[in-house]
T-cell receptor, first 115, second 112 residues
Framework: GAVVSQHPSRVICKSGTSVKIECRSL??????MFWYRQFPKKSLMLMAT?????????EQGVEKDKFLINHASLTLSTLTVTSAHPEDSSFYIC???????????FGPGTRLTVL | AQSVTQLGSHVSVSEGALVLLRCNYS??????LFWYVQYPNQGLQLLLK??????LVKGINGFEAEFKKSETSFHLTKPSAHMSDAAEYFC??????????FGGGTRVLVKP
């Protein structure tokens, strides 16, 4: 149980375009979802926390207009990288937590490459 | 504020040898502690977690970790390394709220 999926697993886009990444909890209701960014050979950096039906809470230094997060249902959150630039290239990982579980379950990640 | 320090960004062990990955944390409240493993281009897989029950925690793939409050440590061990253990390992702490704070990670190389 407690499976989280991400789509797409890999995306290449041109500079200036927007890219949407989906994160789904497949077998549980995710009251909270988290979005992380991971640079090569580095640890995970929390970008934002989102609760179903409310606005995401962004970490300091993360541009909310650049990284749009929507958590419209208890099983789906989306991260949209708007007007992507090469410096946005990274590995994006989501995680999800259900009520009372005290544990985050991680998705497999999405590799974004902006040309 | 909470923080996690993993001593050693790289650890090299011989197949069959002991694996020891060090993790020290700081937290103002009793923490939940986690060890995750990450294989290349994949997400994180939970190895084990400490949630204030037994201080010695057994996880998957033969790993275990011991919570030592006096040392604020949660070191990960495996008695005998296998080639498949080559990966990146992350220690994480969860204190107040539900955010995780990760250590910098330790890359394990297993020599045949």
């Amino acid at each position: 149980g407690a499976v989280v999926s991400q789509h797409p697993s890999r995306v290449i886009c041109k500079s200036g375009t927007s890219v949407k990444i989906e994160c789904r909890s497949l077998d549980f209701q995710a009251t909270t979802m988290f979005w992380y960014r991971q640079f090569p050979k580095k640890s995970l950096m929390l970008m934002a926390t989102s609760n179903e039906g409310s606005k995401a809470t962004y970490e300091q230094g993360v541009e909310k207009d650049k990284f749009l997060i929507n958590h419209a249902s208890l099983t789906l959150s989306t991260l949209t990288v708007t007007s992507a630039h090469p410096e946005d290239s990274s590995f994006y990982i989501c995680s999800a937590e259900g009520s009372g579980l005290h544990e985050q379950f991680f998705g497999p990640g999405t590799r974004l490459t902006v040309l | 504020a909470q923080s996690v320090t993993q001593l050693g960004s790289h650890v090299s062990v011989s197949e069959g040898a002991l694996v020891l990955l060090r993790c020290n944390y700081s937290s103002s409240v009793p923490p939940y502690l986690f060890w995750y493993v990450q294989y290349p281009n994949q997400g994180l897989q939970l190895l084990l977690k400490y949630t204030s029950a037994a201080t010695l925690v057994k996880g998957i793939n033969g790993f275990e970790a011991e919570f030592k409050k006096s040392e604020t440590s949660f070191h990960l061990t495996k008695p005998s390394a296998h080639m498949s253990d080559a990966a990146e390992y992350f220690c994480a702490v969860r204190a107040a709220g539900n955010k995780l704070t990760f250590g910098g990670g330790t890359r394990v190389l297993v020599k045949p």
